[in-house]
């Protein structure tokens, strides 16, 4: 016990509070007799108030000789703050690593955690749960989402949810960052750690809901346990069946994504969709050098008649082949100089698809061509309107009327009910479809062919009811296609727009 005071005495004496003279009248005594410690780890858990609410009873205490001063204070906070997080890290104290230098750090600390504490920010929620190509990057928007929110021991949510490391990994010598030492230091047991991992567990929840991935994560329900919950979807997204899905739909962009110009796929998009693929080749352990990235990217540029264009894949196959992100950046600089304008805000190039998705609303420009004069597909006669715009002389591709049969289908895209799509009649559900189909056909043109969003039909797969990916045999996939072109009512008119894709769509 003695020993534990003196220790105490000298911790203080670093706060500046006075232990020199007589043992019995040292300010350090009176206020460590005066408010009834025993030791440093009293002082686990105090917070800048209770610290404040501490030396105003000592200063009011009559019995106590002298009184303790506001810089004083601030240092009694940053000890007591530090206790905590030595405490938190589970690292055992020391009077030796309790220095000016520490005491100046811990104040700073402290006065940050307590201006967080005072002004809670609230993060932006991702999206709900992406199992296939997008899932590496929607666990990492979902981990800096946890990052930006505290846990009760104003700990980052992420440590909850941090993955094992190999046995021998150090917190300190090998973490790449003063935050991943925190998070990897941080006690997975406690009364602390189950109120945060209750709370991981329902933001979870918020994300997977109504999605088949809930179904992964069900079992943890009744004992809301996050960080099982997140390990179970983690096995469930980053196995094999998995795995392989992601790597054929990089492969499939790989074989597919071209750039042609700045009107139908934007180069920016075309370089997105490539980092894309071999991001996920990486996140698979399988990795292309620079040199091949650039190759690749080279072939696919088939820019008809640019000399600038052309000069600019001469001069990165000459002098950046080996350095992929400064050949992208230096193709982007000369493809905004060969288009210029054309990343231009409110572009008409960036409303292209959207016109185009209501052709029939508008006017064309100009003498024939895509948007001049002439009978588009949906024109009529050598009217005004364009490729699919304008007044159209085919009966079947007249105007569709805002409401049909009492049904709104001022937008033929939306999902329409059964009773709705069969109240259309056979004739208008195919002049729906049709305008469907163009659009779609539009859409893939503008976003570089449906590889990139196609790929478990394009190649061969299909997901289960429980969200799983499944290999589909060619019989099969001819059958399901058969059986899409014979449907006349139910869920046909439901084929369109980010489920349009897939087998079973609504």
């Not at 105490?8 to 004496?13: D, G, I, K, Q």
């Not at 960036?350 to 948007?371: I, K, L, M, V, Y």
């Not at 289908?409 to 189909?437: H, M, P, V």
Request: proline fraction near 3%; aromatic fraction near 10%; charged fraction near 25%.
């Amino acid at each position: 016990m003695a020993a534990r005071i003196s220790t105490l005495r000298s911790y203080l004496a670093v706060c500046g509070i006075n232990d020199t003279g007589s043992t019995a009248g040292r300010q350090t005594t009176e206020l460590i007799t005066s408010q009834g410690f025993t030791s440093i780890d009293d002082f686990n858990g105090l917070t800048q108030s209770d610290i404040g609410r501490l030396v105003k009873a000592f200063n009011s205490n009559a019995a106590t000789t002298g009184s303790i001063g506001f810089m004083a204070q601030k240092k009694l906070e940053a000890m007591a703050f530090w206790v905590t997080n030595q405490k938190m890290r589970n690292i055992p104290l020391a009077i030796a690593k309790w220095s000016a230098d520490a005491l100046e750090k811990a104040r700073i600390e402290s006065d940050i955690a307590a201006e967080r504490k005072a002004n809670p920010q609230t993060p932006k929620r991702p999206g709900k749960i992406a199992t296939g190509l997008d899932w590496y990057t929607w666990i990492e928007q979902f981990t800096n989402y946890l990052a930006a929110i505290r846990g009760v021991n104003d700990v980052p949510l992420t440590y909850v949810i941090r993955k094992d490391k190999p046995a021998g990994w150090d917190s300190v010598a090998d973490a790449s960052s003063p935050e991943e030492t925190l998070i990897y230091q941080v006690a997975l047991t406690g009364a602390a750690f189950e109120a945060d991992n209750r709370t991981v567990f329902t933001k979870i929840m918020e994300v997977t809901v109504g999605e088949t991935a809930y179904e992964w994560i069900r079992q943890f329900e009744e004992t809301k346990d996050g960080r099982g919950a997140m390990a179970a979807l983690r096995l469930h997204c980053e196995g094999k069946d998995f795995t392989e899905l992601r790597i054929t739909e990089a492969d499939c962009i790989l074989r597919e994504a071209t750039y042609s110009n700045e009107r139908h796929f934007s180069f920016e998009n075309y370089a997105t969709l490539l980092q894309k693929a071999y991001t996920t080749y990486e996140q698979s352990d399988q990795v292309y050098p620079d040199r091949a990235k650039v190759k690749r990217l080279l072939e696919k540029i088939n820019v008809s008649n640019n000399f600038m264009i052309s000069h600019a894949k001469e001069y990165v196959s000459d002098n950046l082949a080996d350095d992929w992100i400064q050949a992208v950046n230096y193709l982007k600089t000369k493809v905004a100089q060969a288009f210029p304008g054309a990343n231009r805000p409110n572009n008409r190039n960036d409303r292209r698809f959207a016109s185009e998705a209501n052709a029939g609303r508008g006017r064309g420009r100009g003498r024939g061509g895509r948007f001049g004069r002439g009978g588009g597909r949906f024109g009529r006669g050598r009217g005004r309107g364009g490729h699919d715009g304008g007044r159209g002389s085919h009966d079947d591709d007249a105007a569709i009327p805002k409401k049909i049969s009492g049904i709104n289908t001022s937008n033929i895209f939306r999902n329409y009910g059964d009773e709705e799509w069969a109240a259309l009649g056979s004739e208008w559900q195919r002049k729906i479809r049709e305008r469907r189909n163009a659009a779609k056909a539009r859409e893939n043109e503008r976003y570089g062919g449906p590889c990139d969003r196609s790929a478990y039909a394009a190649y061969n797969w299909r997901r289960n009811q429980d969200g799983t990916p499944q290999k589909v045999t060619p019989d099969a996939q001819e059958s399901d296609s058969n059986e899409a072109k014979t449907d006349k009512g139910g869920t046909a008119g439901n084929n369109f727009g980010r489920n349009a894709y897939s087998k079973g769509s609504k």
